[in-house]
């Protein structure tokens, strides 16, 4: 599982980088099995965190 997350998260960054021009992000932002992955937030925060980040 782990292994599939370090894909998808890689292909995560990718998008949000896309679509950013302040901040860069790496896979480990978005990976959830790496030592130093954000804690969970709910789907409201989620979206409110994401939507903040995108600007």
């Known amino acids: 599982m782990a292994a599939a997350w370090e ?11 896309c679509h950013s ?14 030592k130093t992955a954000k804690p969970t937030l709910s789907g409201e925060e989620a979206t409110k965190w994401l939507k903040e980040k995108l600007k």
């Open 21 to 34: 021009a302040k901040k860069r992000y790496k896979p480990r932002d978005f990976n959830p099995y790496e």
């Open 7 to 17: 894909t998808t998260s890689l292909l995560c960054a990718l998008v949000a980088n």
